[in-house]
Protein backbone atom coordinates (compact mmCIF):
# COMPACT_ATOMS: atom_id res chain seq x y z
CA UNK A 1 0.00 0.00 0.00
CA UNK A 2 1.53 3.21 -1.06
CA UNK A 3 1.53 6.21 1.71
CA UNK A 4 -0.10 8.72 1.35
CA UNK A 5 2.30 12.38 0.76
CA UNK A 6 3.35 14.36 3.73
CA UNK A 7 0.43 17.39 3.86
CA UNK A 8 3.36 19.00 5.80
CA UNK A 9 7.20 18.21 6.21
CA UNK A 10 10.86 19.17 6.81
CA UNK A 11 13.59 18.78 5.62
CA UNK A 12 17.17 19.19 7.64
CA UNK A 13 15.69 21.41 9.60
CA UNK A 14 17.88 23.50 11.84
CA UNK A 15 16.61 26.74 13.75
CA UNK A 16 18.84 29.23 15.85
CA UNK A 17 19.32 31.92 17.93
CA UNK A 18 22.13 33.92 16.95
CA UNK A 19 24.01 31.16 17.57
CA UNK A 20 22.66 28.67 19.77
CA UNK A 21 21.08 26.15 18.08
CA UNK A 22 17.91 25.03 19.35
CA UNK A 23 16.55 22.43 16.82
CA UNK A 24 19.46 20.40 14.87
CA UNK A 25 18.62 18.97 11.62
CA UNK A 26 15.19 17.74 12.23
CA UNK A 27 13.43 16.03 9.09
CA UNK A 28 9.95 14.77 9.52
CA UNK A 29 6.73 14.29 7.92
CA UNK A 30 3.17 15.44 9.09
CA UNK A 31 0.18 13.57 6.92
CA UNK A 32 -3.02 15.17 6.47
CA UNK A 33 -6.09 14.98 8.89
CA UNK A 34 -3.06 13.59 11.73
CA UNK A 35 -2.64 14.66 15.18
CA UNK A 36 1.40 14.97 15.63
CA UNK A 37 2.78 15.05 18.97
CA UNK A 38 5.98 16.63 19.49
CA UNK A 39 7.19 15.94 22.99
CA UNK A 40 10.30 16.36 25.43
CA UNK A 41 11.45 17.90 28.32
CA UNK A 42 11.79 21.60 28.72
CA UNK A 43 14.54 23.20 26.29
CA UNK A 44 14.36 20.05 24.19
CA UNK A 45 13.60 22.59 20.82
CA UNK A 46 10.36 21.21 20.71
CA UNK A 47 8.63 24.70 20.57
CA UNK A 48 11.34 26.06 18.41
CA UNK A 49 10.14 23.48 16.08
CA UNK A 50 7.01 24.42 15.80
CA UNK A 51 7.50 27.85 15.54
CA UNK A 52 9.96 27.37 12.78
CA UNK A 53 6.58 25.40 10.81
CA UNK A 54 4.71 28.95 10.51
CA UNK A 55 8.09 31.24 9.97
CA UNK A 56 7.19 32.68 13.78
CA UNK A 57 10.69 31.97 14.74
CA UNK A 58 12.05 34.48 12.62
CA UNK A 59 10.07 36.79 14.52
CA UNK A 60 12.36 35.76 17.60
CA UNK A 61 14.83 37.54 18.89
CA UNK A 62 18.54 36.51 16.34
CA UNK A 63 15.97 33.46 14.90
CA UNK A 64 17.12 32.20 11.70
CA UNK A 65 16.85 29.01 9.79
CA UNK A 66 18.65 26.14 7.93
CA UNK A 67 17.07 23.15 6.20
CA UNK A 68 13.54 23.09 4.28
CA UNK A 69 9.78 23.67 5.33
CA UNK A 70 7.62 21.96 3.00
CA UNK A 71 3.90 22.50 2.47
CA UNK A 72 2.25 20.50 -0.29
CA UNK A 73 5.21 19.98 -1.56
CA UNK A 74 6.55 23.79 -1.82
CA UNK A 75 9.51 25.45 0.33
CA UNK A 76 7.57 28.53 3.14
CA UNK A 77 11.01 29.85 3.24
CA UNK A 78 11.44 30.77 -0.42
CA UNK A 79 11.34 33.99 -1.07
CA UNK A 80 8.21 34.30 -3.21
CA UNK A 81 6.35 33.58 -0.15
CA UNK A 82 5.00 36.27 2.17
CA UNK A 83 5.07 35.10 5.77
CA UNK A 84 1.24 36.63 6.35
CA UNK A 85 -0.05 34.33 3.60
CA UNK A 86 1.85 31.74 4.95
CA UNK A 87 0.40 31.96 8.55
CA UNK A 88 -3.35 32.20 7.09
CA UNK A 89 -2.61 28.31 5.71
CA UNK A 90 -0.87 27.46 9.07
CA UNK A 91 -2.40 28.88 11.96
CA UNK A 92 -0.92 28.41 15.50
CA UNK A 93 -2.92 28.56 19.15
CA UNK A 94 -0.39 29.39 22.03
CA UNK A 95 0.10 27.93 25.86
CA UNK A 96 -1.03 30.89 27.13
CA UNK A 97 -4.89 32.11 25.62
CA UNK A 98 -4.87 35.17 24.06
CA UNK A 99 -8.16 36.67 23.14
CA UNK A 100 -7.76 40.37 21.93
CA UNK A 101 -8.95 41.95 25.11
CA UNK A 102 -10.44 45.21 23.23
CA UNK A 103 -12.65 43.42 20.99
CA UNK A 104 -16.03 41.03 21.53
CA UNK A 105 -16.06 37.48 21.34
CA UNK A 106 -17.45 38.42 17.90
CA UNK A 107 -14.78 39.97 16.74
CA UNK A 108 -12.34 37.85 17.97
CA UNK A 109 -13.29 34.69 15.96
CA UNK A 110 -13.38 37.15 12.66
CA UNK A 111 -10.14 38.88 13.40
CA UNK A 112 -8.49 36.25 11.28
CA UNK A 113 -11.22 37.00 8.30
CA UNK A 114 -11.52 40.76 8.53
CA UNK A 115 -7.96 41.34 7.63
CA UNK A 116 -8.46 38.76 4.33
CA UNK A 117 -11.25 41.55 3.55
CA UNK A 118 -13.39 40.13 1.41
CA UNK A 119 -15.98 38.45 3.39
CA UNK A 120 -19.86 39.21 3.35
CA UNK A 121 -21.42 40.65 6.55
CA UNK A 122 -23.97 38.14 6.17
CA UNK A 123 -20.90 35.03 5.32
CA UNK A 124 -18.91 36.54 8.08
CA UNK A 125 -21.59 36.13 11.03
CA UNK A 126 -22.01 32.24 9.38
CA UNK A 127 -18.41 31.47 9.78
CA UNK A 128 -18.03 32.74 12.93
CA UNK A 129 -20.99 30.85 14.55
CA UNK A 130 -19.42 27.25 12.64
CA UNK A 131 -16.15 27.86 14.29
CA UNK A 132 -17.67 28.51 17.89
CA UNK A 133 -19.53 25.55 17.37
CA UNK A 134 -16.57 23.50 16.28
CA UNK A 135 -14.54 24.72 19.25
CA UNK A 136 -17.14 23.53 21.10
CA UNK A 137 -18.17 27.02 22.67
CA UNK A 138 -20.78 28.36 20.64
CA UNK A 139 -23.57 27.23 23.33
CA UNK A 140 -21.92 29.15 26.19
CA UNK A 141 -21.40 32.35 24.04
CA UNK A 142 -23.85 32.63 21.76
CA UNK A 143 -25.71 34.82 23.56
CA UNK A 144 -23.64 37.10 24.50
CA UNK A 145 -21.21 37.41 21.23
CA UNK A 146 -20.93 41.23 21.80
CA UNK A 147 -19.49 41.08 25.38
CA UNK A 148 -15.67 41.21 26.28
CA UNK A 149 -13.41 37.96 25.49
CA UNK A 150 -11.70 38.48 28.81
CA UNK A 151 -14.64 37.78 30.78
CA UNK A 152 -14.58 34.22 29.70
CA UNK A 153 -12.72 31.54 32.26
CA UNK A 154 -8.99 30.18 30.91
CA UNK A 155 -10.64 27.53 29.02
CA UNK A 156 -13.12 29.08 27.28
CA UNK A 157 -10.82 31.89 25.86
CA UNK A 158 -8.64 29.28 25.01
CA UNK A 159 -11.17 27.62 22.82
CA UNK A 160 -12.11 30.66 21.38
CA UNK A 161 -8.86 31.27 20.46
CA UNK A 162 -8.96 27.78 18.59
CA UNK A 163 -11.85 29.29 16.98
CA UNK A 164 -10.62 32.18 15.86
CA UNK A 165 -7.26 30.00 14.50
CA UNK A 166 -9.72 28.14 12.41
CA UNK A 167 -12.17 30.10 11.54
CA UNK A 168 -10.01 31.75 8.15
CA UNK A 169 -9.61 27.65 7.54
CA UNK A 170 -5.95 27.20 7.83
CA UNK A 171 -4.95 24.02 6.49
CA UNK A 172 -2.62 22.88 9.43
CA UNK A 173 -3.07 23.72 12.96
CA UNK A 174 -0.38 24.16 15.65
CA UNK A 175 -1.11 24.06 19.30
CA UNK A 176 1.85 24.85 21.37
CA UNK A 177 0.67 23.42 25.09
CA UNK A 178 -2.65 24.83 24.31
CA UNK A 179 -3.46 23.27 27.97
CA UNK A 180 -1.21 24.05 30.19
CA UNK A 181 -2.02 26.70 31.69
CA UNK A 182 -5.78 25.00 32.09
CA UNK A 183 -7.62 22.61 34.95
CA UNK A 184 -8.07 19.06 34.44
CA UNK A 185 -11.83 19.56 32.92
CA UNK A 186 -10.84 22.07 30.68
CA UNK A 187 -7.85 20.32 29.59
CA UNK A 188 -10.13 17.39 28.77
CA UNK A 189 -12.66 19.50 26.66
CA UNK A 190 -8.96 20.71 24.19
CA UNK A 191 -8.29 17.10 23.92
CA UNK A 192 -11.79 16.21 22.20
CA UNK A 193 -11.54 19.22 20.27
CA UNK A 194 -8.46 18.36 19.25
CA UNK A 195 -9.52 14.92 18.05
CA UNK A 196 -12.80 16.50 16.29
CA UNK A 197 -10.01 18.42 14.63
CA UNK A 198 -8.21 16.63 13.07
CA UNK A 199 -10.59 15.63 10.73
CA UNK A 200 -10.68 19.08 8.70
CA UNK A 201 -7.29 20.00 9.62
CA UNK A 202 -3.66 18.54 9.85
CA UNK A 203 -2.39 19.40 13.42
CA UNK A 204 0.62 19.48 14.96
CA UNK A 205 1.16 19.54 19.20
CA UNK A 206 3.60 20.46 21.51
CA UNK A 207 3.07 18.76 25.12
CA UNK A 208 4.82 18.38 28.36
CA UNK A 209 2.00 15.76 29.08
CA UNK A 210 2.59 12.51 27.69
CA UNK A 211 -0.63 10.99 28.59
CA UNK A 212 -2.04 13.69 26.71
CA UNK A 213 0.22 12.75 23.65
CA UNK A 214 -1.11 9.11 24.11
CA UNK A 215 -4.34 10.09 23.93
CA UNK A 216 -4.68 12.39 20.99
CA UNK A 217 -2.02 11.82 18.80
CA UNK A 218 -1.89 9.77 15.53
CA UNK A 219 2.31 10.09 15.83
CA UNK A 220 4.60 11.36 18.03
CA UNK A 221 8.20 12.49 17.71
CA UNK A 222 10.66 12.56 20.71
CA UNK A 223 12.71 15.48 20.88
CA UNK A 224 15.98 15.73 23.49
CA UNK A 225 18.54 18.75 23.47
CA UNK A 226 17.44 19.89 19.95
CA UNK A 227 17.89 16.97 18.20
CA UNK A 228 14.50 14.73 16.98
CA UNK A 229 15.32 11.86 18.89
CA UNK A 230 12.84 9.26 17.56
CA UNK A 231 9.60 9.71 15.60
CA UNK A 232 6.79 6.73 15.14
CA UNK A 233 3.23 5.74 15.25
CA UNK A 234 2.22 7.07 18.68
CA UNK A 235 1.20 3.38 19.92
CA UNK A 236 4.78 2.09 19.01
CA UNK A 237 6.83 4.94 20.53
CA UNK A 238 4.56 4.53 23.84
CA UNK A 239 5.12 0.88 23.70
CA UNK A 240 7.78 -0.48 22.11
CA UNK A 241 10.35 2.90 21.77
CA UNK A 242 13.65 1.60 19.78
CA UNK A 243 16.13 4.22 21.55
CA UNK A 244 16.70 4.04 24.93
CA UNK A 245 16.60 7.57 25.48
CA UNK A 246 12.97 7.59 24.49
CA UNK A 247 12.05 4.93 26.67
CA UNK A 248 13.48 6.54 29.65
CA UNK A 249 11.84 10.02 29.49
CA UNK A 250 7.80 8.29 29.07
CA UNK A 251 8.80 6.00 31.56
CA UNK A 252 9.74 9.09 33.69
CA UNK A 253 13.31 8.37 34.30
CA UNK A 254 14.24 12.26 33.10
CA UNK A 255 12.09 15.19 32.16
CA UNK B 1 2.85 37.52 74.28
CA UNK B 2 5.10 40.13 74.78
CA UNK B 3 6.31 39.79 71.18
CA UNK B 4 2.76 40.24 69.88
CA UNK B 5 2.25 43.09 71.79
CA UNK B 6 5.33 45.14 70.31
CA UNK B 7 4.77 43.73 67.02
CA UNK B 8 1.42 45.23 67.19
CA UNK B 9 2.88 48.68 68.05
CA UNK B 10 5.02 49.04 65.13
CA UNK B 11 2.53 47.95 63.12
CA UNK B 12 0.25 50.53 64.41
CA UNK B 13 3.50 53.35 64.32
CA UNK B 14 4.01 52.15 60.67
CA UNK B 15 0.55 52.46 59.72
CA UNK B 16 0.45 55.83 61.51
CA UNK B 17 3.78 57.14 59.90
CA UNK B 18 2.31 55.84 56.36
CA UNK B 19 -0.84 58.02 57.08
CA UNK B 20 1.72 60.95 58.35
CA UNK B 21 2.89 61.17 55.07
CA UNK B 22 0.04 61.21 52.94
CA UNK B 23 -1.97 63.69 55.19
CA UNK B 24 1.64 65.94 54.40
CA UNK B 25 1.45 65.51 50.73
CA UNK B 26 -2.15 66.10 50.28
CA UNK B 27 -2.03 69.32 52.42
CA UNK B 28 -0.43 71.51 50.75
CA UNK B 29 -2.72 70.98 48.00
CA UNK B 30 -5.83 71.14 49.78
CA UNK B 31 -4.39 74.73 51.14
CA UNK B 32 -3.94 75.62 47.78
CA UNK B 33 -7.29 74.68 46.87
CA UNK B 34 -8.83 76.49 49.37
CA UNK B 35 -6.94 79.88 49.42
CA UNK B 36 -7.61 79.80 45.91
CA UNK B 37 -11.46 79.27 46.30
CA UNK B 38 -12.07 82.13 49.15
CA UNK B 39 -9.99 84.79 47.43
CA UNK B 40 -11.31 83.88 43.87
CA UNK B 41 -14.91 82.88 44.06
CA UNK B 42 -15.77 86.05 45.29
CA UNK B 43 -14.91 87.41 42.05
CA UNK B 44 -16.68 84.80 39.84
CA UNK B 45 -19.57 85.28 38.37
CA UNK B 46 -21.28 84.91 34.89
CA UNK B 47 -20.06 87.95 33.82
CA UNK B 48 -16.44 86.39 34.61
CA UNK B 49 -16.84 83.77 32.10
CA UNK B 50 -18.37 85.63 28.87
CA UNK B 51 -16.85 89.74 29.53
CA UNK B 52 -13.78 91.14 28.04
CA UNK B 53 -11.74 93.10 30.29
CA UNK B 54 -12.62 96.59 31.32
CA UNK B 55 -9.66 99.64 31.52
CA UNK B 56 -8.21 99.29 35.36
CA UNK B 57 -10.49 101.27 37.92
CA UNK B 58 -13.71 100.23 36.32
CA UNK B 59 -15.08 96.89 38.24
CA UNK B 60 -16.55 94.47 36.60
CA UNK B 61 -15.51 92.89 33.35
CA UNK B 62 -14.06 89.55 32.67
CA UNK B 63 -11.63 86.85 31.20
CA UNK B 64 -13.49 85.48 28.08
CA UNK B 65 -10.28 86.56 25.77
CA UNK B 66 -8.06 84.34 28.11
CA UNK B 67 -10.30 81.51 28.07
CA UNK B 68 -10.75 81.45 24.42
CA UNK B 69 -7.07 81.96 23.63
CA UNK B 70 -5.66 78.91 26.37
CA UNK B 71 -8.65 76.66 24.66
CA UNK B 72 -6.54 78.37 21.27
CA UNK B 73 -3.66 77.88 22.26
CA UNK B 74 -3.89 74.12 23.92
CA UNK B 75 -5.91 72.80 21.05
CA UNK B 76 -2.74 73.81 18.43
CA UNK B 77 -0.65 72.19 20.46
CA UNK B 78 -2.26 69.14 21.15
CA UNK B 79 -2.39 69.40 17.40
CA UNK B 80 0.74 69.31 16.90
CA UNK B 81 2.06 67.48 20.05
CA UNK B 82 0.05 64.88 20.32
CA UNK B 83 0.32 62.85 17.13
CA UNK B 84 4.13 63.44 17.61
CA UNK B 85 4.24 61.85 20.86
CA UNK B 86 1.70 59.27 20.42
CA UNK B 87 3.99 58.26 17.12
CA UNK B 88 7.55 58.56 18.78
CA UNK B 89 6.39 56.56 21.83
CA UNK B 90 4.90 53.95 19.53
CA UNK B 91 8.01 53.76 17.41
CA UNK B 92 10.40 53.65 20.47
CA UNK B 93 8.55 50.71 22.32
CA UNK B 94 8.33 48.78 19.09
CA UNK B 95 11.83 49.15 18.35
CA UNK B 96 13.53 49.44 21.68
CA UNK B 97 17.18 48.53 20.72
CA UNK B 98 17.00 50.52 17.41
CA UNK B 99 19.87 53.13 17.66
CA UNK B 100 17.05 55.97 16.47
CA UNK B 101 14.80 54.98 19.51
CA UNK B 102 17.64 55.09 22.29
CA UNK B 103 18.69 58.39 20.99
CA UNK B 104 14.80 59.74 21.23
CA UNK B 105 14.17 58.59 24.10
CA UNK B 106 17.59 60.04 25.92
CA UNK B 107 16.26 63.39 24.30
CA UNK B 108 13.03 63.39 25.56
CA UNK B 109 14.29 62.19 29.15
CA UNK B 110 16.42 65.60 28.66
CA UNK B 111 13.47 67.52 27.86
CA UNK B 112 11.61 66.45 30.05
CA UNK B 113 13.66 67.70 32.69
CA UNK B 114 14.46 70.93 31.14
CA UNK B 115 12.94 74.57 32.78
CA UNK B 116 9.76 75.16 30.40
CA UNK B 117 11.18 79.09 30.65
CA UNK B 118 13.82 77.67 28.00
CA UNK B 119 11.49 75.85 25.72
CA UNK B 120 10.16 79.19 25.66
CA UNK B 121 13.34 81.35 24.90
CA UNK B 122 14.37 78.34 22.51
CA UNK B 123 10.72 79.03 20.54
CA UNK B 124 11.14 82.74 20.97
CA UNK B 125 14.38 82.61 19.01
CA UNK B 126 13.09 79.99 16.51
CA UNK B 127 10.00 81.77 15.85
CA UNK B 128 8.94 84.97 17.08
CA UNK B 129 12.30 86.24 16.09
CA UNK B 130 12.12 85.19 12.21
CA UNK B 131 8.58 85.95 11.95
CA UNK B 132 9.29 89.20 14.20
CA UNK B 133 5.83 89.28 15.50
CA UNK B 134 4.85 87.59 19.06
CA UNK B 135 2.15 85.02 17.96
CA UNK B 136 -0.11 82.45 19.61
CA UNK B 137 0.91 79.91 16.99
CA UNK B 138 4.54 80.02 18.28
CA UNK B 139 3.01 79.67 22.14
CA UNK B 140 1.56 76.52 20.72
CA UNK B 141 4.72 75.28 19.22
CA UNK B 142 6.19 75.89 22.71
CA UNK B 143 3.90 74.11 24.45
CA UNK B 144 3.99 71.12 21.98
CA UNK B 145 7.38 71.06 22.28
CA UNK B 146 6.93 69.93 26.71
CA UNK B 147 4.56 68.00 25.30
CA UNK B 148 6.24 65.66 22.85
CA UNK B 149 8.93 64.12 25.86
CA UNK B 150 5.62 63.50 27.83
CA UNK B 151 3.22 61.81 25.85
CA UNK B 152 5.94 60.26 24.40
CA UNK B 153 7.29 58.37 27.21
CA UNK B 154 3.87 57.48 28.69
CA UNK B 155 3.13 56.14 25.09
CA UNK B 156 5.74 54.35 25.43
CA UNK B 157 5.58 52.78 28.25
CA UNK B 158 1.86 51.55 28.00
CA UNK B 159 3.14 49.87 24.47
CA UNK B 160 5.36 47.98 26.20
CA UNK B 161 2.93 46.71 28.90
CA UNK B 162 0.97 44.80 25.82
CA UNK B 163 2.01 41.39 26.58
CA UNK B 164 4.19 39.94 23.56
CA UNK B 165 1.26 36.89 23.64
CA UNK B 166 -1.15 38.78 22.02
CA UNK B 167 0.91 40.69 19.74
CA UNK B 168 1.91 37.05 18.64
CA UNK B 169 -1.05 35.87 18.32
CA UNK B 170 -1.86 38.84 15.82
CA UNK B 171 1.05 37.74 13.72
CA UNK B 172 0.41 34.05 13.86
CA UNK B 173 -3.19 34.91 12.52
CA UNK B 174 -1.50 36.96 9.28
CA UNK B 175 -1.55 40.57 10.71
CA UNK B 176 1.37 42.54 9.14
CA UNK B 177 3.47 43.91 11.69
CA UNK B 178 2.03 47.43 11.10
CA UNK B 179 -1.54 46.00 11.37
CA UNK B 180 -0.82 43.97 14.72
CA UNK B 181 1.30 47.88 16.15
CA UNK B 182 -1.69 49.58 15.38
CA UNK B 183 -5.13 47.25 15.48
CA UNK B 184 -4.14 45.12 18.53
CA UNK B 185 -0.77 46.57 20.43
CA UNK B 186 -1.92 50.61 20.29
CA UNK B 187 -5.87 49.43 20.59
CA UNK B 188 -4.82 47.43 23.81
CA UNK B 189 -2.99 50.14 24.91
CA UNK B 190 -5.52 53.32 23.85
CA UNK B 191 -7.15 54.18 27.00
CA UNK B 192 -3.69 54.41 29.15
CA UNK B 193 -2.30 56.44 26.26
CA UNK B 194 -5.69 58.50 25.92
CA UNK B 195 -5.03 59.56 30.07
CA UNK B 196 -1.70 60.37 29.45
CA UNK B 197 -2.46 62.80 26.46
CA UNK B 198 -5.16 64.70 28.43
CA UNK B 199 -2.62 64.51 31.59
CA UNK B 200 -0.14 66.04 29.65
CA UNK B 201 -2.62 69.25 28.37
CA UNK B 202 -3.71 69.45 31.38
CA UNK B 203 0.00 70.15 32.34
CA UNK B 204 0.26 72.60 29.11
CA UNK B 205 -2.58 74.32 29.96
CA UNK B 206 -1.26 75.47 32.84
CA UNK B 207 2.05 76.42 31.88
CA UNK B 208 2.96 80.49 32.26
CA UNK B 209 6.77 80.39 31.06
CA UNK B 210 6.38 78.76 27.44
CA UNK B 211 4.43 81.54 26.71
CA UNK B 212 5.77 85.12 28.17
CA UNK B 213 8.03 85.30 24.64
CA UNK B 214 5.60 83.50 22.11
CA UNK B 215 1.87 84.41 22.69
CA UNK B 216 2.67 86.99 25.15
CA UNK B 217 -0.65 88.10 26.02
CA UNK B 218 -3.70 90.21 24.82
CA UNK B 219 -6.21 92.50 26.05
CA UNK B 220 -8.33 91.67 23.37
CA UNK B 221 -10.30 88.89 22.12
CA UNK B 222 -8.54 87.53 19.40
CA UNK B 223 -9.17 84.60 16.78
CA UNK B 224 -5.97 85.21 14.49
CA UNK B 225 -3.20 82.73 15.81
CA UNK B 226 -0.48 84.61 13.96
CA UNK B 227 -1.25 88.02 16.44
CA UNK B 228 -0.54 87.92 20.27
CA UNK B 229 -2.99 86.25 22.36
CA UNK B 230 -4.38 86.54 25.87
CA UNK B 231 -3.84 82.93 28.00
CA UNK B 232 -5.16 81.89 31.50
CA UNK B 233 -1.97 81.67 32.87
CA UNK B 234 -0.46 85.02 31.24
CA UNK B 235 -3.78 86.78 32.31
CA UNK B 236 -3.15 85.73 36.03
CA UNK B 237 0.72 86.87 35.84
CA UNK B 238 -0.05 89.63 34.71
CA UNK B 239 -3.05 90.71 36.67
CA UNK B 240 -0.86 89.75 39.91
CA UNK B 241 1.82 91.54 39.54
CA UNK B 242 -0.33 94.51 38.88
CA UNK B 243 0.11 97.82 41.05
CA UNK B 244 -4.07 97.51 41.67
CA UNK B 245 -5.85 95.37 44.47
CA UNK B 246 -9.03 95.14 41.77
CA UNK B 247 -6.40 93.31 39.36
CA UNK B 248 -5.12 90.95 42.21
CA UNK B 249 -9.08 90.19 42.41
CA UNK B 250 -8.84 89.32 39.32
CA UNK B 251 -5.91 87.27 39.63
CA UNK B 252 -7.21 85.03 42.12
CA UNK B 253 -10.09 84.82 40.46
CA UNK B 254 -8.36 84.25 36.92
CA UNK B 255 -6.23 81.39 38.62
CA UNK B 256 -9.60 79.27 40.07
CA UNK B 257 -10.99 79.17 36.50
CA UNK B 258 -7.34 77.73 35.24
CA UNK B 259 -7.80 75.44 38.02
CA UNK B 260 -11.20 74.44 36.85
CA UNK B 261 -10.14 73.87 32.77
CA UNK B 262 -7.67 71.63 34.23
CA UNK B 263 -9.85 70.05 36.73
CA UNK B 264 -12.58 69.28 33.94
CA UNK B 265 -9.38 68.18 31.75
CA UNK B 266 -8.76 65.83 34.42
CA UNK B 267 -11.96 64.33 35.02
CA UNK B 268 -12.45 63.53 31.50
CA UNK B 269 -9.15 61.64 31.43
CA UNK B 270 -10.29 59.49 33.81
CA UNK B 271 -13.68 58.91 32.30
CA UNK B 272 -12.03 57.91 29.12
CA UNK B 273 -10.14 55.37 30.70
CA UNK B 274 -13.59 53.99 31.80
CA UNK B 275 -14.40 52.18 29.16
CA UNK B 276 -15.78 48.77 28.93
CA UNK B 277 -12.85 46.38 27.46
CA UNK B 278 -9.97 48.15 28.44
CA UNK B 279 -6.77 45.94 29.65
CA UNK B 280 -7.62 45.66 32.83
CA UNK B 281 -11.61 44.72 32.12
Redesign the interface.
Known amino acids: MAEPAAHLATDKLTAMYGKFTAVKNVSLEFRVNTVNALIGPSGCGKSTFLRAL?R?HE?SEGGWITGQVLLGGEDIYARKVSP??L??RI??V?Q?P?P?????IYDNVA??LR??GSHPRGGLDAVVEQSLRRAALWDEVKDRLKT?A??LSGGQQQRL?IA??IA?RPEVVLLDEPTASLDPASTQRIEELVFELKRDFTIVIVTHNMQQAARVSDTTSFFYMGNMVETGPTRQIFTAPKQEQTEAYITGRFG | MNRRVLRRWVSNAMVGLMIAAVVTAVLPLLFILLDLLLKGAGSLSFDFFTRMPVPAGETGGGVAHAIVGTLIIVGIASLIGLPLGIGAGIFCAEYPGNRLATTTRFVADVMNGTPSIVVGVFAWALIVTRTKQFSALAGSCALAMLMVPMVMRTTEELVKLVPHSLREAALALGYSRWRTSLAIVLRTALPGIVTGSLLAVARVAGETAPLLFTALGSQFMNFNVTEPMAALPLTVFNYAIGPYEEWHQLAWATALVLILVVLVLSIAARLATRRRFGING
Open positions: NMLMQRRGMFKTFPTMSAGINSIACRTP
